[in-house]
């Protein structure tokens, strides 16, 4: 810190708040600490008082905490991310559009093991909204060193740490597999619960069919589905290692490339997902996803909706928080299963 007269601190870094009293009117903090004097700011601070003033002084090599949060800022990119102005060292990035927040984990894990400045974001793989809070950003003291930021930058490497992928399909097939369904013995009562969840990403059912549960019946289902152009397919029920339970090998049977038969998630560990040559998605759903309020067709669902094509390794790396703990009420998503 120095000592400063108040005429002479433009351009200098304020080390605390500086409170003004307006008899009958108000009391608070006129500038905050971490303000940059400015020549407008001179008369207001002598009218309160302050003929002299404790600073920082920015050195060569040294940036403000405002200026240094817009270095971290751009390292995260702007893909669909809207980015707030510097407030107190720190700037905030928000959703541009509906869509999956991606982050480059490694990378951030790499920039955050720098010292002295920080970057948090909400859990990536995750859906959001447009206006979503996404991450902050801010150095730690009130400046720093240059050669912090160069650090970090070397860090991030090559493209933006983050990026959100909007929601890209908008047409879905349901087969609901299950003589019993077919042949009106039950009600189905699956597809409505998958076309309420598929219609919370813009994604409309253009397709049903109850094809019972006759391997070929279903392959043919499911030929028709990618026929009439649908850009997911979805085959509901018939998903068990039973030897009635006929979905799987229709499935495959259908040209399918099989990314993962198998979750490492409760509710929901007999997933199979997989894709077409032409990029569509298909989906066998488990009996859970019909009644549990959260299951792992909500952890695949949003990346689906977004296009991006998901490999075994996502599958897999589900097992650390694939766990429901069945909590009443059920807060899904504000809750730790899947994050």
């Known amino acids: 810190m120095r000592r400063l007269r108040t005429e002479d601190a433009v351009g200098h870094v304020l080390c605390h708040d500086m409170t003004q009293i ?46 240094a949060a817009g270095r971290l800022a751009a390292l995260c990119g702007s893909e669909n991310m809207v980015a707030s102005g510097p407030s107190e060292g720190k700037i905030e990035l928000t959703a541009a559009c509906g869509g999956v927040f991606l982050v480059d984990a490694d990378r951030l894990m790499a920039v955050n093991a720098t010292d002295e400045l920080m970057i948090a974001t909400r859990k990536g793989g995750s859906a959001v909204q447009e206006g979503d809070k996404l ?21 991030a490497g090559d493209g933006p740490l983050m990026r959100v992928a ?29 076309e309420a969840k598929l219609e919370g990403f813009g994604i409309v059912c253009t397709y049903r ?56 998630v ?24 019909m009644y549990a309020k959260a299951t792992v067709f909500d952890l695949v669902l949003p990346r689906i909706a977004a296009g991006i094509e998901l490999e075994k390794r996502d599958i897999t790396a589900m097992g650390e928080g694939g766990l429901c703990l069945g909590c009443t009420p059920c807060t899904f998503p504000q809750c730790p299963f899947g994050t």
């Open 22 to 67: 307006i008899p009958g009117v108000s009391k608070g903090p006129r500038f905050k600490k971490g303000h940059v004097v400015a020549v407008e700011d001179i008369p207001v601070l002598l009218d309160m008082g302050k003929t002299q003033l404790y600073v920082y002084e920015l050195e060569e090599g040294m940036l403000h905490e405002n200026d």
């Open 266 to 289: 409760l509710p929901g560990a007999m997933l199979l997902l997989g894709y077409f040559p032409d990029g569509t998605p298909i989906l066998g759903l488990p009996g859970c996803a």
């Open 135 to 155: 991450a902050g950003m801010r150095v730690i003291p009130l400046v720093v060193a240059e050669e912090r930021l160069r650090v970090a930058e070397a860090a």
């Open 166 to 194: 909007p929601f890209r399909l908008k047409t879905a097939a349901i087969i609901a597999t299950g003589s019993e369904v077919a042949s009106g013995r039950i009600e189905d009562a699956f597809t409505p619960v998958v």
């Open 209 to 264: 069919a109850k094809p019972g549960d006759e391997p070929q019946a279903v392959a043919a289902a499911i030929a028709l589905a990618r026929a009439r152009g649908a850009d997911l397919i979805v085959c509901t029920g018939g998903m068990s290692v039973d030897p009635d339970d006929n979905t799987p090998s229709a499935i495959k049977s259908s040209g399918a490339r099989i990314v993962s038969y198998g979750a490492p």
